[in-house]
């Protein structure tokens, strides 16, 4: 089966512009998660969908970051305007309703860089 | 409220030699407890992960860990280290229902010649 999917594989924008991050997870799970990780820190946790429902957004940083899955398939994190602290890897995961964290599967990541 | 140190920012062994990477974690019940593996260029991949039972858990690419609940430790072995595995490696405690992990800062492990 195709694993998790993540594009852009890295981003490159100026201070004050938008970018779009998307995840693609494994067809068939419900649960999609996003987690971020600044240089140097722990990857932390963003927000938890449940198909196209936000279960947990307590991870959220600010009102610049507006996650959606429409449709409970792939989904879309939008940084706007993006800040230079948003530079970091941007890790999406997928597991079945039923395993929950027992069966996360991660995407290679989104390395953003904001200049 | 819940947290992973992992205290050895890098690492070093040399191929052939034994690993092993701490892990201390604090949370309030029992834990479910994971490690995983980052190299470069890839996503995170599951090592293992200890639920309940045999405290020794076994998982891939010949890598082990010992939960210890009384010095809240999950540390990572492996006997015989390969080049292959110089990789960043990551604790991490499921919370919230296990609907979420809290992930330490990460161990950077290289491997010398």
């Known amino acids: 089966e195709a694993g998790v999917t993540q594009f852009p594989s890295h981003s490159v924008i100026e201070k004050g512009q938008t970018v779009t991050l998307r995840c693609d997870p494994i067809s068939g799970h419900d649960n999609l998660y996003w987690y971020r990780r600044v240089m140097g820190k722990e990857i932390k946790f963003l927000l938890h969908?449940?198909?196209?429902?936000?279960?947990?957004e307590s991870g959220m940083p600010n009102n610049r970051f507006l996650a959606e899955r429409t449709g409970g398939t792939y989904s879309t994190l939008k940084v706007q305007p993006a800040e230079l602290e948003d530079s970091g890897v941007y890790f999406c995961a997928s597991s079945q309703q039923s395993t929950g964290n027992y069966g996360y599967t991660f995407g290679s990541g989104t390395r953003l860089t904001v200049v | 409220a819940q947290s992973v140190t992992q205290p050895d920012i890098h690492i070093t062994v040399s191929e052939g030699a034994s690993l092993e990477l701490r892990c201390n974690y604090s949370?309030?019940?029992?834990?479910?407890l994971f490690w995983y593996v980052q190299s470069p260029g890839q996503g995170l991949q599951l090592l293992l992960k200890y639920f309940s039972g045999d405290t020794l858990v076994q998982g891939i690419k010949g890598f082990e860990a010992e939960f210890k609940r009384s010095q809240s430790s999950f540390n990572l072995r492996k006997p015989s280290v390969h080049w292959s595995d110089a990789a960043e490696y990551f604790c991490a405690v499921g919370v919230s229902g296990f609907q979420k992990l809290v992930f330490g800062t990460g161990t950077r492990l290289l491997v010398s010649p």
């Open positions: 949370y309030g019940a029992t834990p479910y």
């Open positions: 969908f449940v198909k196209e429902s936000k279960q947990d």
